[in-house]
């Protein structure tokens, strides 16, 4: 047997032995426009939502500027299609640590929350588009911004298969 189909064989070996999933990244960009009904404000911000590879996890990643009121509270929502509402899956209260702020509250970012009571239904909505971030401001409690996650997962991560692969290419 020669040297590389011993490799191949062992390789091969440990991708079937040990499945690898990539996780997935849901990004959405915040705006006015986009809450339920639409609100006027030049504030702009985006979001990123990271499942896990085990799809047990998400890490959530939030950035605005410029909001018209003091910030005030930001949620996953869900589950609900753009354009429509939907009561709070998952609340980024009691993470106050992970929040910078600036401007006197008008500016924001918020990175590595993590929540763990994601389910195999809360995936399949995840995929679907029918989960989004709201952004909340004293002069709009109902949302100053909002951004639709799932549209357009991306994989971050390439397969094991895929990998292998690129070895003997």
Known sequence: MRIRDSIL?????????VPSFAQT??????????????????ATGSASVVLNA?????????QFQNLTGTYSASHIHGPAPA???????WGFSGVAAGWV????????????FITTDVTAADVTNL???NFYVNVHSNLFPGGE??????????????????RVKSLFR
């Open 83 to 89: 354009g429509t509402n939907a009561g709070v899956r």
């Open 101 to 112: 702020f600036s401007n006197a509250d008008h500016d924001g970012t918020l990175s590595n």
């Open 127 to 129: 995929n679907s588009g």
């Open 145 to 162: 911004l909002r951004a639709q996650l799932g549209s357009a997962p991306v994989s971050t991560a390439k397969s094991t298969w895929s």
């Open 9 to 17: 064989a062992s390789v091969l070996g440990l991708a079937i032995a």
């Open 54 to 62: 085990a799809q047990t996890q998400l890490s959530i990643s939030v």
């Open 25 to 42: 990244t849901y990004v959405g960009v915040l705006s006015g426009g986009t809450e339920v009904p639409p609100v006027s404000t030049s």
